[in-house]
């Protein structure tokens, strides 16, 4: 099915906050780098042409498929991600109260992008009114956690424990880090910019 990211949402997000999380979300793409992972790294619209929407309401984009100037096709699903849900009749809130989202992005260099937005996005709207989870350890987050840091700065939010907690061991499996755990490393980012514990099993998982 190719990898994918999650988030619960609340229906209708408050404009302030949204707006401020697209105004982000535009600043993280005008500073992404030109290749990503050895490929080129584009951003393009919902269906892979012309360019990304960052609007009152909404941020709706995906990689770019560039085959008609001879490119290649780095889209997949398209990232949509409205501020207030149209919801069908398959749409039922979970017991918190939020609706479920996804984006199937197969690892195509744009998930760098995703990553970032919705690490920005939980930070802004906090856990009771979103919860962000990916296939796989938080290790999938370290470069999305990386731009936001480098472009944002001290606007930027650390990962939120769902996320962080998640790590391989030396066998390769899942293990769940501890909240006492996950507040030491926070302490230590805000203190220092960057958790060198975090940043050394990134590396080492790298």
């Not at 793409?29 to 309401?57: M, N």
Request: net charge negative; with cysteine.
């Amino acid at each position: 099915m190719g990898f994918t990211r999650y988030w619960h949402r609340q229906q209708t997000l408050e404009q302030k906050r949204f707006s401020l999380w697209v105004e982000e979300v535009k600043e993280l793409h005008r500073w992404l780098p030109p290749t990503y992972k050895g490929q080129p790294l584009r951003i393009a619209g919902p269906e892979g042409i012309g360019e990304p929407e960052f609007a009152v309401e909404c941020v709706r984009l995906n990689g770019s498929n560039d085959q008609a100037s001879g490119g290649e096709d780095m889209s997949w699903e398209s990232f949509y991600v409205p501020r207030v849900m149209t919801l069908d009749r398959f749409d039922y809130p979970d017991h918190a109260g939020l609706f479920f989202s996804f984006c199937k992005t197969g690892h195509m260099p744009y998930d760098l992008l995703v990553s970032a937005a919705l690490l920005q996005f939980a930070y802004r709207f906090g856990t009771m009114q979103t919860h962000i989870s990916a296939d796989g350890s938080r290790d999938v987050w370290t470069e999305g956690q990386r731009l936001c840091e480098r472009v944002l700065g001290d606007r930027a939010g650390f990962m939120p424990y769902v996320v962080w907690k998640k790590q391989y061991d030396a066998q390769g499996n899942i293990v769940e880090k501890s909240m006492t755990e996950y507040e030491d490393a926070l302490s230590d980012w805000l203190d220092h910019g960057r958790n060198s514990d975090w940043e050394q099993n990134s590396e080492e998982a790298s």
